[in-house]
């Protein structure tokens, strides 16, 4: 199965990349001990991803086009993934890599639109996007519903909601089922992946805007960077006002698996104004350096007390929250090795809790869920369930 060298990943981003897809590959394939290189097939590293999300990548492509990689990964999006067909290095780099019988993965846009048209699912089963079920069919012996297909060396997936799951299926074809496990265990992964999503609601009251919902995501170095791009890209999927404000004096943050992310502005900036909800992505860096950023936590304290939206998720409600007295007499989940510092523990079974203005979640695999019942709480549940349908949550 599998040897002992260092697993080489390549995964390749374009302008228009889906940076959940995009972010997720890197965070959980580096969470199983593999050497992932982010390369850009743009002419810069800096990338601009779908939904306003602004990435580093770690090189050029151009310049490894001669590195061999045990996998290569393609995360969708548009134009990210006609961008990607249409590297011809790329195209090169992937062919090679199937004829050596080494591993391609794809997931969203990207099993149609690249792995297709390059010839390389003839007699293969494999999945995409919905939307793009007709165009693979016409490039692969059967096109399926499955969240992860697995043919050969040649693996595929859906789109933002199956990430993870892709991702984990990728570790184990790499590094074998036990690190699969210990990869996937503190995750906090659906349970029952497919099914409609549920938040449990305490104390229900409707959280108001004047015509767009105005979030404020603040950012460190050390953040969770799978939690922080779901939360950012679903709700500016929904339309919503998204600032995302790095804390200390640098636009762009070393997120916690190295995901080099680039804010819109600095927390000095975004003080000045007033917000519907601020929420806190986790990442055990980031939420310490949230919890002794003094203006951080002023804002967060004005924000409860004038009874506004708050929330966090993962360590954040455990390290921010709770030794600042935001979780006074409110009930709150986070992530389950860090409960033990909640000091009212009875409700952090649920993996979306809402009490009246206050919104808590447990961790990366709860992230869509969490950003899918903000969207629910501002603009109600049917379009919740509409975007968990698009994201395929």
């Known amino acids: 199965m599998a040897s002992s060298h260092t697993k080489k990943v390549l995964i390749p981003v374009a302008h228009g990349t889906e940076p ?47 590195s061999v990689f045990d996998l290569i990964m393609l995360p969708g999006g548009l134009p990210g993934g006609e961008t990607l067909k249409n590297c011809k290095p790329l195209e090169n780099m992937v062919k090679k890599q199937d004829a050596d019988g080494r591993l391609n993965a794809a997931i969203c846009c990207a099993p149609a639109l690249a792995l297709g ?6 007699g293969k089963k494999a999945t995409c996007y919905p939307l793009f079920m007709e165009k693979l069919g016409a490039t692969c012996a059967t096109a399926v519903e499955s969240r992860v297909e697995i043919d050969g060396r040649i693996v595929t997936s859906r789109g933002p909601g199956t990430t993870i799951e892709f991702s984990v299926a990728l570790v184990e074809q790499l590094f074998g089922k036990e690190k699969a496990a210990e990869v996937s265990a503190p995750l906090v992964m659906r349970p029952n992946p497919g099914d409609e999503y549920t938040i449990t609601e ?24 799978m939690e922080a791009v779901a939360i950012i890209d679903v709700l ?101 090795p860090m409960c033990n510092k909640l000091s009212d523990q009875s409700h952090i079974e649920h993996r979306v809790l809402v009490d009246g203005n206050l919104i808590t979640s447990r961790g990366p695999g709860t992230s869509l869920e969490f950003a899918l019942a903000i969207v629910e709480k501002f603009y109600g549940r049917e379009k919740g369930l509409q975007l968990a349908k698009a994201t395929l949550v």
């Open 117 to 122: 048209t390059w010839g390389l699912l003839e």
């Open 202 to 225: 305490l104390n229900q009251i409707k959280w108001s805007y004047e015509n767009t919902p105005q979030i404020l995501v603040p950012i460190a170095d050390g953040s969770e960077e």
């Open 20 to 66: 959940f897809e995009a972010v997720v590959m890197i965070d959980v394939l580096r969470r199983g001990g593999a050497d992932v290189t982010v390369a850009s097939v743009e002419n810069q590293v800096g990338v601009d991803a779908c939904h306003g999300i602004k990435m580093v990548a770690d090189t050029l492509l151009s310049d490894i086009t001669d």
């Open 236 to 336: 500016r999927r929904a339309k919503a006002n998204v600032v995302v404000a790095a804390l200390g004096n640098s636009l762009e943050v070393v997120a916690s698996r190295k995901v080099k992310l680039v804010a819109d502005v600095l927390l000095d900036e975004a003080e000045k104004n007033s917000y519907d909800l601020i929420v806190l992505p986790g990442g055990l860096g980031g939420a310490e350096a949230f919890a002794s950023s003094e203006k951080l936590v002023n804002m967060l304290k004005k924000q409860a007390e004038s009874n506004n939206p708050y929330g966090a998720v993962c360590a954040s409600p455990a390290l921010v929250f709770e030794p600042h007295g935001l979780l006074k007499g409110k009930k709150a989940t986070a992530y389950p």
